[in-house]
């Protein structure tokens, strides 16, 4: 069974780069029906989608906050890297990476897709 | 971005009640919605996809329903293990997350 563990510093300083590591051992996509996912959930508020890379190096980003990331994969690690720019208070929050998982292309030719596995998360704090 | 509103915001209810938690697209997303449970200090656990698929594993007590923009979960009879936060999703165009209802023991 695949497992995601988030790793990174609990603590940057505003216009700080965030730089956090999902690992998971045992996950090795190569093609577009799976990937990873980073998404995040500001104290008492609700969940964000940021970015997502697939087996085959795909990226996407959440349009809002595209100018500001960057998600890479390392296979021979097991890792996916995110990196968040010019870091702000408002960026405070519990910080998820998950598996993603398409399960089939339906008539529409749409991916049917959701986030399967989740980390526990790790939380950063943005202050001076 | 497509807008998702869930409701209610908290829910109390007891074991062995059925609740329902609703969610609204802002626009049709046809059956891209997945649900989710979160529990503090636990990863968050997928529940439905597809909007009506159960998550292998996942018991049976839950069910997904609905097509277009609205959504329900149903948990027909509450477990002690079932209070937590749950929270819709849609995959249409890009991933968005609904505000998260939090249901409580009454």
């Known amino acids: 069974q695949i497992t995601l563990k988030e790793s990174g510093p609990t603590l940057v300083k505003p216009t700080q780069t965030l730089t956090l590591t999902c690992t998971s051992p045992g996950f090795g996509a190569s093609g577009s029906a799976e990937g990873v996912g980073w998404i995040r959930q500001p104290p008492g508020k609700a969940l964000e989608w940021l970015a997502l890379?697939?087996?085959?190096?795909?990226?996407h980003y959440s349009p809002s906050l595209k100018t500001r990331l960057f998600i890479t994969k390392d296979s021979s690690t097991d890792q996916v890297v995110l990196t968040m720019t010019n870091m702000d208070p408002m960026d405070t929050g519990t910080y998820f990476c998950?598996?993603?998982?398409?399960?089939?292309?339906?008539?529409?030719?749409?991916?049917?897709?959701?986030?399967?596995?989740w980390g526990q998360g790790t939380m950063v704090t943005v202050s001076s | 971005d497509i807008q998702m509103t869930q409701s209610p915001s908290s829910l109390s209810a007891s074991v062995g009640d059925r609740v329902t938690i609703t969610c609204r697209a802002s626009q049709n997303i046809y059956n891209y919605v997945s649900w989710y449970q979160c529990r503090p200090g636990k990863a968050p656990k997928i529940l439905i996809y597809a909007a009506s698929s159960l998550q292998s594993g996942v018991p049976s007590r839950f069910s997904g329903s609905g097509y277009g923009t609205d959504f329900t979960l149903t948990i027909s009879s509450l477990q002690p293990e079932d209070f937590a936060t749950y929270f819709c999703q849609q995959s249409y165009s890009p991933y968005t997350f609904g505000q998260g209802t939090n249901l409580d023991i009454k």
């Open positions: 890379i697939y087996g085959d190096g795909g990226e």
């Open positions: 998950a598996h993603f998982k398409s399960y089939y292309y339906d008539s529409r030719g749409f991916s049917v897709d959701a986030l399967i596995m």
